[in-house]
């Protein structure tokens, strides 16, 4: 059956790639609303040039502009094939109240990783212009900053600067965590923990949400 899924994270949590292997092992798509706006924003759409200050100094884009992004999304033919996984979205409680009025929700996973481990993996992430593949110092691709997958350049995103990283944990603090806390009320939320190998999280991940699909 189709799977409808939400995951939180703050920052570097891991959240970005772990999104993409649930997805994949679920057969859903994978929503990511961060990249979608930065190809609007590489396209110069009209959406792009709203949502690109809001994005480079780490404030959250308004809620109006997202859900007219989300809501376009998730009326395409695979979403309706496969299900999805919302990575990103909702991050304020009027997103939540308003992706439920759209679809209802399966699970909600919270992937939950320290503050000062989260700014250290932050301070070390590259991210590929192209396809979005994310690297860090420690593992980056084969050839220097290349990507393996696309041969697109492997660069810092513009808003991992240490401003707009501060700016967007706060918004983490204020904005998502009591979103989070709001999925915890209507029952779908699960918590994982984030520290570990790539595999070793994608299977704690994975177990969750079968758990909590099936209980
Ligand atoms: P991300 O790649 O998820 O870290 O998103 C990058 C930036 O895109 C965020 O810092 C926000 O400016 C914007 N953004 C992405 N998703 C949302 C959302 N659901 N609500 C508001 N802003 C968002």
Not at 61 to 76: H, K, N, S, T, Y
Not at 79 to 98: K, N, Y
């Amino acid at each position: 059956m189709a799977v409808r899924l939400l995951i939180f994270g703050r920052q570097g949590a891991g959240k970005g790639t772990q999104s993409v292997l649930l997805a994949r092992h679920y057969g859903a798509a994978h929503i990511s609303t961060g990249d979608m706006l930065r190809e609007a924003v590489a396209n110069a759409t009209p959406i792009g040039l709203e949502a690109k200050s809001f994005m480079d100094s780490g404030c959250l884009v308004p809620d109006e502009v997202m859900l007219g992004v989300v809501e376009e999304r998730l009326a395409r033919p695979d979403v309706m094939a496969g299900g999805f996984l919302l990575d990103g979205f909702p991050r304020t409680i009027g997103q939540a109240e308003a992706l439920l009025g759209l679809t209802p929700i399966d699970v909600a996973v919270d992937l939950v990783v320290a503050e000062d481990v989260v700014l250290e993996r932050i301070s070390s992430r590259r991210v590929c212009s192209s396809c979005g593949r994310i690297y860090s110092v420690s593992e980056p691709p084969t050839r220097a900053w290349i990507c393996d997958t696309c041969g697109g350049d492997v660069v810092q995103r513009d808003d991992d600067t240490p401003a707009a990283v501060t700016k967007r944990l706060g918004a983490y603090t204020s904005e998502t965590q009591p979103t989070i806390g709001w999925f915890d009320g209507k029952d779908v939320l699960v918590t994982v923990d984030g520290l570990g190998t790539r595999e070793e999280v994608s299977a704690r991940l994975i177990s969750a949400i079968d758990h909590a699909r099936h209980a």
